[in-house]
C-alpha cells in the first residue's frame, strides 16, 4: 500500500510538472509577444498582409492563409485514404498484410520530417513543375503551396490511418455479427453501422492530423518556397512554422522582430493545443460510447 501510495503521488507530481511547464511555456510566449501587441493592434497584425520588419512592417495575413492553405490541401488528401486504408486494414486485409502493413505505417510515423523534404524535393517538386503545372496550364517551379501540402499528406497518413484503424479495432465483434445476420453486406455494415459508431474516434484522428499538419516545419519549409505573399496553389509562400524558421537567426537580436516570431509561435501553440484538446474531448465521447 506504501509503495502504491508513493506511485500514486509520483504520478500526480509528475502530471502537475507537466501541467506547469505547459502553463510556464504559454506565459513566457505571452510575455515576450508583448512588445509587439503593444505597438500594434490584434487585427492590424492578423489581417494586414504587409511584412517588412525592416519598416516595421509585420502583417500576418499571407503567412496565416498559407499556413491554412498548405494545412488544408493535406488534409482534403489525407482524410479520405486514411480513412479507407484503416477500413481495409481493419475489415478486410488478411491478418499477415495487416501486420506487415501495421509495422509499415509505424515505420512512415518514425522518420524525420528532413527525409520527408529531402524526397519532396526529389519526387514532388519535379512532378508539380513538369507535369502538373503543365498540364493545368501553369508555369512554376515546384516550390510551392501544392507541393508543401503533398508532402505534408504523406506525412499524416502514418497518425490518421493507425488512429481510424484503433477506432474501428475497438468496436464489439457483436456489432458486426449482428449487423450481417440482418442480412447487410461487409460494405454495408462498414458505411452504415461501423463509420457512424466509430465516427467520434475517426474525427479525432482527423483532428490530430490537422495538428500535426498544421505544426509542420522542416519539411514545408524546404519545398513551400519562402515567400511572404497571399498565398497560391502554383505560386510560391510561406507557412507560420517556415517563418520562425527562415527568419530565426536575423531577426532574433532585434527587439521587435523577435516578438514578431514569437507571437507567431504563440498563435501555432494556441492553434495546435486547441485542436488537440478537441481531440482528445471527441476521443472520451467514443470511450463513453461504448462504455455500457
Given at each position: 500500500?506504501?509503495?502504491?501510495?508513493v506511485?500514486?503521488?509520483?504520478?500526480?507530481?509528475?502530471?502537475?510538472?507537466?501541467?506547469?511547464?505547459?502553463?510556464?511555456?504559454?506565459?513566457l510566449?505571452l510575455?515576450?509577444?508583448?512588445p509587439?501587441?503593444?505597438?500594434?493592434?490584434?487585427?492590424?497584425v492578423?489581417?494586414?498582409?504587409?511584412?517588412?520588419?525592416?519598416?516595421?512592417?509585420?502583417?500576418?495575413?499571407?503567412?496565416?492563409?498559407?499556413?491554412f492553405?498548405?494545412?488544408?490541401?493535406?488534409?482534403?488528401?489525407?482524410?479520405?485514404?486514411?480513412l479507407?486504408?484503416?477500413?481495409?486494414l481493419?475489415?478486410?486485409?488478411?491478418?499477415?498484410?495487416?501486420?506487415m502493413?501495421?509495422?509499415?505505417?509505424?515505420?512512415?510515423?518514425?522518420?524525420?520530417s528532413?527525409?520527408?523534404?529531402?524526397?519532396?524535393?526529389?519526387?514532388?517538386?519535379?512532378l508539380?513543375?513538369?507535369?502538373?503545372?503543365?498540364?493545368?496550364?501553369?508555369?512554376?517551379?515546384?516550390?510551392?503551396?501544392?507541393?508543401?501540402?503533398?508532402?505534408l499528406a504523406?506525412?499524416?497518413f502514418?497518425?490518421?490511418?493507425?488512429l481510424?484503424?484503433?477506432?474501428?479495432q475497438?468496436?464489439?465483434?457483436?456489432?458486426?455479427?449482428?449487423s450481417?445476420?440482418?442480412?447487410?453486406?461487409?460494405w454495408?455494415?462498414?458505411?452504415?453501422?461501423?463509420?457512424?459508431?466509430?465516427g467520434?474516434?475517426?474525427?479525432?484522428?482527423?483532428?490530430l492530423?490537422f495538428?500535426?499538419?498544421?505544426?509542420?516545419?522542416?519539411?514545408?519549409?524546404?519545398?513551400?518556397?519562402?515567400?511572404?505573399?497571399?498565398?497560391?496553389?502554383?505560386?510560391?509562400?510561406?507557412?507560420?512554422?517556415?517563418?520562425?524558421?527562415?527568419?530565426?537567426?536575423?531577426m532574433?537580436?532585434?527587439?521587435?522582430?523577435?516578438?514578431?516570431?514569437?507571437?507567431?509561435?504563440?498563435f501555432?501553440?494556441?492553434?495546435?493545443?486547441?485542436?488537440?484538446?478537441?481531440?482528445?474531448?471527441?476521443?472520451?465521447?467514443?470511450?463513453?460510447?461504448?462504455?455500457?
Open positions: 500500500m506504501r509503495k502504491e501510495a506511485s500514486s503521488r509520483g504520478m500526480q507530481a509528475l502530471a502537475l510538472g507537466i501541467s506547469v511547464l505547459f502553463l510556464v511555456m504559454l506565459l510566449l510575455a515576450k509577444s508583448r509587439l501587441l503593444s505597438g500594434y493592434s490584434l487585427t492590424e492578423l489581417l494586414s498582409s504587409h511584412w517588412d520588419p525592416a519598416r516595421g512592417q509585420f502583417g500576418f495575413a499571407p503567412v496565416i492563409l498559407g499556413t492553405y498548405v494545412t488544408f490541401i493535406a488534409m482534403l488528401i489525407a482524410v479520405p485514404v486514411s479507407l486504408c484503416a477500413v481495409y481493419s475489415e478486410y486485409a488478411p491478418g499477415r498484410v495487416r501486420r502493413f501495421s509495422s509499415f505505417i509505424g515505420v512512415l510515423a518514425g522518420i524525420p528532413v527525409v520527408f523534404g529531402i524526397c519532396a524535393l526529389l519526387v514532388f517538386v519535379p508539380v513543375a513538369d507535369y502538373i503545372g503543365p498540364w493545368v496550364g501553369v508555369e512554376t517551379t515546384g516550390l510551392c503551396i501544392l507541393t508543401a501540402g503533398l508532402i504523406v506525412m499524416v502514418p497518425i490518421a490511418i493507425s481510424s484503424y484503433e477506432s474501428l475497438a468496436l464489439p465483434i457483436e456489432l458486426r455479427e449482428a450481417l445476420s440482418m442480412g447487410a453486406t461487409r454495408e455494415t462498414t458505411r452504415k453501422v461501423l463509420f457512424k459508431a466509430a467520434p474516434g475517426m474525427l479525432s484522428a482527423i483532428l492530423g495538428g500535426r499538419a498544421f505544426g509542420e516545419t522542416m519539411a514545408v519549409a524546404m519545398v513551400v518556397g519562402g515567400k511572404n505573399q497571399m498565398p497560391s496553389l502554383f505560386a510560391a509562400g510561406q507557412t507560420l512554422p517556415s517563418l520562425i524558421v527562415s527568419s530565426v537567426g536575423e532574433m537580436s532585434l527587439p521587435l522582430e523577435q516578438s514578431a516570431l514569437v507571437f507567431v509561435a504563440l501555432l501553440f494556441v492553434v495546435v493545443t486547441v485542436f488537440n484538446l478537441l481531440a482528445r474531448w471527441v476521443e472520451k465521447r467514443l470511450q463513453a460510447r461504448w462504455k455500457i
